[in-house]
Antibody, heavy 123, light 106 residues
Framework: EVQLVESGGGLVQPGRSLRLSCAAS????????MHWVRQAPGKGLEWVSG????????GYADSVKGRFTISRDNAKNSLYLQMNSLRAEDTALYYC????????????????WGQGTLVTVSS | DIQMTQSPSSLSASVGDRVTITCRAS??????LNWYQQKPGKAPKLLIY???SLQSGVPSRFSGSGSGTDFTLTISSLQPEDFATYYC????????FGQGTRLEIK
C-alpha cells in the first residue's frame, strides 16, 4: 500500500523558515515525480511545487517562486520542501502527492495524497 | 495562467439523485482535466483523470466527460458517502484547481 507521511509543520513567525518532509513507502519512490499541494484553512487547493523522479525537472507556483525549494532524497524515499521568507498567506495544510505515472514529468495527476502537515505563519 | 471555474459552488441533492458538476477552462486544455473528491478532514482523492478515465477502485456511478474548455463530472445515483467537495484540476500546464463544488445533503 502506498503511504505518504508529511511532517515538519508548525507555528512560525513571518519571515522565518521551515522545512517540510514527506516519507514515502509502498512503491518505488525513485520512479515517480512528486508534488506539494497546499490548502489554506477553509479554502481550495493550490499546487505549490513538483519534482521529477531524478530531480532533473522542477516547477513552482508563482506565489512561492524564489522563496521555496523542493528536493528529494531517493536513497531515503523522502521529499522535502524548504520554505523561506514565510508570509501569513503561506498558512495552509501542506500535502505531499505522488504522480500517477512513472518516468513522466508533467502529467500532474496526483494520486495518492498524504494526510498533510499544517503550517501556520503568525507573529 | 489557465483559470478553472466550477459551477455551481454548492449543491444540495438527495440520495439517489443524478448530479452534474461543470468545470470550464479559460482556454483549451484538450482532455487534460482531472477530478478529485475531498471529504471533511481528509486528503483529496483522484476520481477521474484525462477527462473521462475512471481511477481504479472508484465506483462506476462516477463519470467524466468533455474536452477543450468544458467538462462535466456526473454522479449517476448519489450515495450517502458521495457528499463531499469536488475539485477539477487542469494538467495541461502549471496545475491549477477549480474553486470546488460542495455537495450537501438536501
Amino acid at each position: 500500500e502506498v503511504q505518504l507521511v508529511e511532517s515538519g509543520g508548525g507555528l512560525v513567525q513571518p519571515g522565518r523558515s521551515l522545512r517540510l518532509s514527506c516519507a514515502a513507502s509502498g512503491f518505488t519512490f525513485d520512479d515517480y515525480a512528486m508534488h506539494w499541494v497546499r490548502q489554506a484553512p477553509g479554502k481550495g487547493l493550490e499546487w505549490v511545487s513538483g519534482i521529477s523522479w531524478n530531480s532533473g525537472s522542477i516547477g513552482y507556483a508563482d506565489s512561492v517562486k524564489g522563496r521555496f525549494t523542493i528536493s528529494r532524497d531517493n536513497a531515503k524515499n523522502s521529499l522535502y520542501l524548504q520554505m523561506n521568507s514565510l508570509r501569513a498567506e503561506d498558512t495552509a495544510l501542506y500535502y505531499c502527492a505522488k504522480d500517477m505515472y512513472d518516468y513522466i514529468w508533467g502529467s500532474y495527476q496526483f494520486d495518492p495524497w498524504g494526510q498533510g502537515t499544517l503550517v501556520t505563519v503568525s507573529s | 495562467d489557465i483559470q478553472m471555474t466550477q459551477s455551481p459552488s454548492s449543491l444540495s441533492a438527495s440520495v439517489g439523485d443524478r448530479v452534474t458538476i461543470t468545470c470550464r477552462a479559460s482556454q483549451s486544455i484538450s482532455s487534460y482535466l482531472n477530478w478529485y473528491q475531498q471529504k471533511p478532514g481528509k486528503a483529496p482523492k483522484l476520481l477521474i483523470y484525462a477527462a473521462s478515465s475512471l481511477q481504479s477502485g472508484v465506483p462506476s456511478r462516477f463519470s467524466g466527460s468533455g474536452s477543450g474548455t468544458d467538462f462535466t463530472l456526473t454522479i449517476s445515483s448519489l450515495q450517502p458517502e458521495d457528499f463531499a467537495t469536488y475539485y477539477c484540476q487542469q494538467s495541461y500546464s502549471t496545475p491549477r484547481f477549480g474553486q470546488g463544488t460542495r455537495l450537501e445533503i438536501k
